[in-house]
């Protein structure tokens, strides 16, 4: 029988599947129509040093095979996060991987220490958010920024820091180089990518907030070409991510290079999504007499 | 743990030009349904996120939802044929209420909005006021009246009926015999009108929200509608807190 387990970070995940922050909230919905146990981790929703209500509606246009999301970080805050919410998560039969969202170094470093000091399994660090200080440039687009802020949040961190990377860069082998050397324990990536829809009859946009992040099938190319270069620039492990429907999607990531896998958008439209990528690759592993899921990632032959 | 549903299309009509009503074999959903509730529907093809439909109305074995043609999803599962079958999330979602203190019900919709009222006419007692554009897009009135305490059909160029928008029939008909509760769905300017009426005058009022959404079960957050309430709780979800609110919960403003 195939062996999902999988060592992330030195933490044991049973399977190589988590979800995507801010896909199932912060897990309120368990047991509904998605069993989380089913999962090796969570990811829970983006959280900001404090509480933010998030955009107007409409938040969501649908595209080609995908969708445009312009939440904007609807969430209670991080310290109602570590009092409130992760107790509870604590409880669920998974890792917990809990993700910042700073418009400062400053803040990034403070919600590192409060998270740590919580029982969440490793923090991730959304770095596609605008940096005040720098005229709202989001962080994640420039290597020098990247490499200062992971530094300055290692010093406040005490669990394993995966840095998110956006797709919305010229070279994200760079942006990765950068968190390693700032210290980065792994990476994870892609975030969505900025986009907008039209309505052609008023003209104006659908998304309340114009613009959103386009995430879904669409982008699933341009997500595994990415961990490919990742992959192939840095040693620290990867959490891949975008447009995952079903298991050979997940295991495109897996040979590009992604230790683990995470599925977000996907889940709207299948609730038990996590149950057939699971199975399929077990049977994928069996079927080329694959014992470990690890023996699966990074396997890419070139032509 | 709820699962989605491969239900088979038992039957299906036009019941005016690019509406369609459909009958699935949904035993579980049927089980589960309250009024007001809604599902959450594959389309098929290229088709990517599901799409709400209300549930209009059910039976032991069998789910029935009506919907208008309005773009590529609609009209895909419009192409459905009877013995194919169709992915069903559901019941999902708040309902209506029903309380046993309310007995002066009165029920308003308005277009499409009419559907999600009519297992709701049936379980209660109630006086209906449905609003339509002109005659050609009048749809249910013999099921309403069959279910309802009276029924007053309106079109909006009164071509059929009472003659302009219905809440104004509805609004006359409570100043001259009150009303414990109203429950409405419909067209946003319409909902507002209700909703002015019910707060002026002091009375409950359901009404049943749309918006864009995603999951359909809470767990993404893009279905937002606005409470008027400060931070954190000025957002309500329509697929999990609603569809159905109370009209004070929601300012219909966004
Ligand atoms: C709780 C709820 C119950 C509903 N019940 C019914 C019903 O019983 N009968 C009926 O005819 N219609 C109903 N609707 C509206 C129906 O969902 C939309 O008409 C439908 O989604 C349009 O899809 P489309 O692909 O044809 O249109 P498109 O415009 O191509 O759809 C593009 C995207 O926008 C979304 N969208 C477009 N219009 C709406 C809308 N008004 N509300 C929500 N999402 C929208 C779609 O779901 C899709 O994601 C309901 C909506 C909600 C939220
Ligand atoms: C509704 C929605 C909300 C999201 N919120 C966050 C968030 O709070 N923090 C974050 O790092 N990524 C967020 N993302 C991005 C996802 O985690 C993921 O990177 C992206 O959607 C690509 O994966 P997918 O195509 O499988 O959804 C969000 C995506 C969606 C669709």
């Known amino acids: 029988m195939a062996d999902l387990r999988i060592d992330y970070c030195g933490i044991e995940f049973k399977n190589p599947i988590v979800t995507a922050s801010g896909t199932f909230g912060f897990g309120e919905e368990d047991g509904e129509y998605t069993e989380l146990s089913e999962y090796g ?180 190319p341009v997500a595994v070409r990415m961990v490919h270069e990742v992959y192939e620039a840095v040693k620290i492990p990867i959490i891949g991510m975008g447009g995952v429907m079903s298991a050979s999607d997940a295991l495109e990531f897996m040979i590009a290079g992604a230790r683990l896998v995470a599925l977000g958008t996907g889940m709207f439209v299948k609730p038990d999504l996590i149950i057939d990528v699971k199975q399929g690759i077990a049977e994928y592993m069996d079927k080329n007499g694959i014992k470990k899921a690890v023996d699966i990632v990074g396997t890419l032959e070139l032509n | 743990m709820k699962k989605a549903h491969n239900c088979k299309l038992l039957a299906k009509r036009e019941i005016a030009h690019g509406i369609f009503d459909f009958t699935v074999e949904a035993p579980e959903i049927a089980a589960a349904a309250q009024c007001g509730q809604f599902l959450h529907i594959e389309c098929g093809g290229d088709v990517f996120l599901r799409r709400p439909i209300s549930i209009c109305d059910t039976d032991d074995n069998t789910v029935r939802f009506i919907f208008e043609i309005k773009g590529h999803g609609t009209e895909l599962l419009a192409e459905k044929e009877p013995g194919d079958m169709i992915n069903i999330m559901g019941p999902l979602g708040h309902g209506f209420e029903l309380k046993p203190e309310y007995k002066k019900a009165i029920i308003i919709g308005g277009g499409i909005g009419v559907f999600p009222l009519y297992k709701l006419a049936k379980n209660i007692e109630a006086d209906v006021f449905l609003g339509f554009r002109s005659k050609d897009r009048v749809v249910m009135e013999d099921e309403f009246s069959a279910a309802a305490r009276s029924v007053t059909v309106g079109t909006d160029d009164g071509s059929y009926g009472y003659a302009g928008y219905i809440a104004g029939a509805a609004e006359e008909f409570i100043d001259n015999n009150g009303a414990d509760i109203i429950f409405a769905c419909g067209p946003l300017p319409m909902l507002k009108a209700v909703k002015n009426i019910a707060e002026a005058r002091g009375i409950p009022c359901q009404i049943s929200m749309e918006q864009r959404m995603g999951c359909g079960i809470g767990a993404c957050l893009v279905c937002t509608c606005e409470t008027g309430k400060e931070g954190m709780d000025g957002q309500v979800r329509v697929c999990k807190d609603g569809p159905v609110f109370y009209s004070t919960e929601v300012t219909l403003n966004g």
């Open chain 1, 41 to 220: 981790g969570f990811s829970a929703k983006g959280l900001t040093r404090t509480p933010r209500p998030g955009n107007r509606a409409p938040r969501i246009a649908e595209t080609p095979s995908g969708i445009l999301n312009s939440v904007g970080l609807q969430n209670p805050g991080v310290e109602s996060f570590a009092a409130e919410i992760m107790p509870e998560l604590a409880k669920l039969d998974t890792h917990v991987i809990a993700n910042m969202s700073g418009n400062t170094v400053e803040e990034y470093c403070e919600m590192a220490e409060i998270l740590s000091e919580t029982d969440t399994a490793i923090i991730e660090m959304n770095i596609s958010c605008p940096n005040v200080k720098h005229g709202g440039l989001a962080f994640g687009t420039d290597a020098r920024t990247v490499l200062e802020l992971t530094e300055a949040v290692k010093k406040h961190c005490k669990k394993p820091l995966v840095v998110k990377l956006s797709p919305n860069v010229t070279s994200v082998a760079d942006i990765a180089k950068a968190a390693e050397a700032g210290g980065a324990d792994g990476v994870s990536l892609i975030n969505t990518l900025l986009g907008m829809k039209i309505d052609i009859n008023t003209r104006r946009p659908i998304l309340a907030n114009n613009t959103g992040g386009l995430s879904g099938p669409a982008v699933m």
